[in-house]
């Protein structure tokens, strides 16, 4: 399977704690993307790092990438209740195909 | 911009017969479409890669006769689910890419969810 690896697959938190998952991936890629998805409903894109590069931020997001370890963070810092969603990483492949991370289910308590 | 709508966004339909699902991009033009299957409380499963004019790709153990993919234009591609059973139920998302954007993301339709009966 394509498919990466995501943990933790639940993650329970405080409003304002901070949020953090990691994803891991198995080939070569050309970037790699981060998405929300409300329960049943399409995904929303939030950030993209290509691979050329380690580290990146928008607003309350910081993602890094380690191409060498394969894997990539995604830091939801300063978390409010409308954060609470499922979250999937993707990675672009050499190949045009994207595949997604098994994802972390994020619940922000009030 | 970068709008994807999908339709039906809910069927429901009887053991044997066949379902289609249309993606369009609205305000862009796309070149690639990718259509996902999702389980409940699962990730998405690639099931396929659209390339505006050619044949699909299918990914391993996606059934090609089973689910017939079309992308005849830069803004429709459409999924059949042929002779539709109980297991074939789940959430089919579809998402396309910009023409010409290497590094960019993907846009999503908001999801088909399927009851087979």
């Known amino acids: 399977s394509q498919q990466g690896e995501e943990d933790p697959q639940a993650l329970s938190i405080q409003e304002g704690e901070n949020a953090t998952m990691n994803c891991s991936y198995k080939t070569s890629i050309n970037n790699l993307q981060w998405y929300r998805q409300n329960s049943g409903r399409g995904l929303v894109h939030l950030i993209l790092i290509r691979s050329n590069e380690r580290e990146k931020h928008s607003g309350r997001l910081r993602v890094t990438l380690d191409t060498s370890k394969k894997s990539s963070s995604l830091l939801i810092t300063a978390s409010r209740a409308a954060d609470t969603a499922s979250y999937f990483c993707a990675t672009h492949q050499t190949g045009n195909q994207f595949y997604f991370g098994t994802g972390t289910s994020l619940t922000v308590i009030p | 911009g970068a709008v994807v709508s999908q339709h039906p966004s809910w069927v429901i339909c009887k053991s044997g017969t066949s379902v289609k699902i249309e993606c369009r991009s609205l305000d862009f033009q796309a070149t690639t479409m990718f259509w996902y299957r999702q389980f409940p409380k699962q990730s998405l499963m690639l099931m396929a890669t659209s390339n505006e004019g050619s044949k699909a790709t299918y990914e391993q153990g996606v059934e090609k006769d089973k689910f017939l993919i079309n992308h005849a234009s830069l803004t429709l591609s459409t999924l059949t689910v042929t002779s539709a059973h109980p297991e074939d139920s789940s959430f089919y998302i579809c998402?396309?890419?910009?023409?010409?954007?290497?590094?960019?993301?993907?846009?999503f339709g908001n999801g088909t969810r399927l009851t087979v009966t």
């Open positions: 998402s396309a890419r910009s023409q010409g954007s290497y590094n960019s993301p993907l846009h």
